[in-house]
C-alpha cells in the first residue's frame, strides 16, 4: 500500500530539518528499523532518494522482541545520539513476542505501554507501521489489525488507504489525541516513490453534519441512551445520506463534550451499565 514509503519519507524529512507537504519538520537524529527488509532491499529503496546517504538517518534491519530487551536497546541509541527525534518501527509485527495472552486487549495495551516508557523518558516520537484488516468499513479506525487496546493506548492513528489496487490515489485519515484530525488525498508517484499532497477533506463540515443530527434526534426526544451502535442506527435514519460509524461517533462525542454543551446546548453522560458502554443525550 505505501506505507514504508510514507514512513521512509517522514524520517528523510526529520533527518534533514525538511519538510513534507505542507509541515515542516525539527532537525534531529532518526532512527528506522526496517524489521521486513533485507539490506539489499534496503539499499534497493533508499537510491531512490538519494545516492550520497542521509546524515542522522540510522537503519536496522533487525531488532529484539519488546519484552526481551528492545526498549534498553532503543534508550542506549537515544543515549548515544541525544538530539534523536523520531524512532520509526516497520512492522511493529515483528517486536511483539507471541505471547499466551487470552485477553488481546491487555496484551496490545501492555505492549504499548512498553514503548512509552521512550516517550515518557525523552523527547521522540514513535511511529508504529502495521497492518490493517483485509476488510471495508466507513470507520478507517476499525481496520486496523489489532484489539481496541492498541489504539487507545497510543496518541494517535493515521491510517492509510488506497483505492484501489491498480490506482496511485490515496487516502490518510489523522486521528489525535492532542490535535485537530485531518484526512488527506494523496497520489503516489511511481517515479520519486512519495505520496504527494492533493487536497484536504474537510473535517470540521462532516462534525457539523453529526452535531446537526443529533440536535434534530434531541429537539424531538429531549433526552435519549443507548450504545453508539443504537446511536448510529437512529442517527442514520434521520439523515439517510450520512453513514456514521460507531467508533467514530463515540470518539467524537466524548472529545466535543464541551462543543456540544456551549454551542448546541446538550448535555452528554458516558457510562457502563451491564457491561454496556452507554451514552446519555439530554437537553
Not at 528499523?33 to 546517504?53: F, I, N, P, V
Request: charged share 25%; proline share 2%.
Amino acid at each position: 500500500m505505501g506505507k514504508s514509503w510514507l514512513a521512509l519519507d517522514f524520517c528523510q524529512t526529520v533527518a534533514t530539518g525538511g519538510q513534507t507537504w505542507n509541515y515542516s519538520a525539527k532537525k534531529g537524529s532518526v532512527l528506522y528499523l526496517a524489521l521486513e527488509d533485507s539490506l539489499a532491499r534496503l539499499q534497493t529503496r533508499l537510491k531512490k532518494y538519494t545516492s550520497t546517504g542521509i546524515p542522522d538517518l540510522y537503519f536496522s534491519t533487525r531488532a529484539l522482541k519488546i519484552q526481551d530487551g528492545l526498549v534498553p536497546q532503543v534508550i542506549e541509541f537515544i543515549k548515544e545520539r541525544p538530539d534523536t527525534t523520531l524512532i520509526v518501527i516497520d512492522t511493529m509485527q515483528h517486536i511483539r513476542n507471541n505471547g499466551n495472552d487470552k485477553n488481546a486487549y491487555v496484551s496490545d495495551y501492555r505492549d504499548m505501554e512498553f514503548l512509552r516508557q521512550i516517550t515518557n523518558d525523552f523527547s521522540v516520537a514513535i511511529l508504529l507501521v502495521t497492518h490493517t484488516r483485509k476488510m471495508d468499513d466507513p470507520d478507517p479506525l476499525n481496520t486496523i489489525s489489532g484489539s481496541t487496546g492498541l489504539v487507545g493506548a497510543v496518541d494517535g492513528v493515521m491510517i492509510l488507504e488506497k483505492e484501489n489496487r491498480t490506482t496511485n490515489g490515496g487516502k490518510l485519515t489523522i486521528a489525535n489525541r492532542d490535535t485537530e484530525g485531518h484526512v488527506f488525498q494523496l497520489e503516489f508517484s511511481n517515479e520519486t516513490c512519495k505520496w504527494h499532497f492533493i487536497n484536504e477533506e474537510n473535517v470540521e463540515e462532516k462534525e457539523d453534519i453529526l452535531f446537526d443530527t443529533i440536535v434534530k434526534m434531541i429537539s424531538d426526544k429531549k433526552s435519549w441512551t443507548g450504545t453508539s451502535t443504537e446511536l448510529c442506527k437512529y442517527l442514520s435514519e434521520i439523515e439517510t445520506r450520512q453513514n456514521f460509524s460507531p467508533a467514530a461517533v463515540s470518539k467524537k462525542l466524548k472529545s466535543n463534550q464541551s462543543t456540544l454543551k456551549n454551542k448546541y446546548k446538550i448535555k452528554i453522560s458516558l457510562l457502563v451499565e451491564n457491561n454496556k458502554k452507554l451514552i446519555t443525550l439530554s437537553l
